[in-house]
């Protein structure tokens, strides 16, 4: 059974950094399409960033040039460098194949205070 743990959420200031790794607990990551989404209070949740196997990336539009998106394969762990984070940002983020095949995770909050 796959396993998808999120972790790295906090509470930020708006301009602010975080990071947030997804550890899974087979070599998922080598073999399947990966994305970060995220769903924020009251709203569905939403794609966020996707990486391939050869490393081939893409991001929701209007998160380009702020988040990227990363895998480090031999730990089984994805990441999410999000920086200028934005009030808006604020939400629950999960990991999970492209498309969100797998049991969700509880995701990690993150919130970016004004």
């Known amino acids: 059974q796959v396993q998808l743990v999120e972790s790295g959420g906090g509470l930020v200031q708006a301009g602010g950094s975080l990071r947030l790794s997804c550890a899974a607990s087979r070599t998922i990551l080598r073999l399947n399409d990966m994305a970060w989404y995220r769903q924020a209070p009251g709203k569905q949740r939403e794609f966020v960033a996707r990486?391939?196997?050869?490393?081939?990336?893409n991001y929701a539009d209007s998160l380009k040039g702020r988040f990227t998106i990363s895998r480090d394969s031999a730990k089984n762990t994805m990441y999410l460098q999000m920086n200028s984070l934005k009030p808006e940002d604020t939400a629950n983020y999960y990991c999970?194949?492209?498309?969100?095949?797998?049991?969700w995770g509880q995701g990690t909050q993150v919130t970016v205070s004004s």
């Open positions: 999970n194949q492209f498309p969100g095949k797998l049991p």
């Open positions: 990486i391939t196997p050869s490393g081939f990336t």
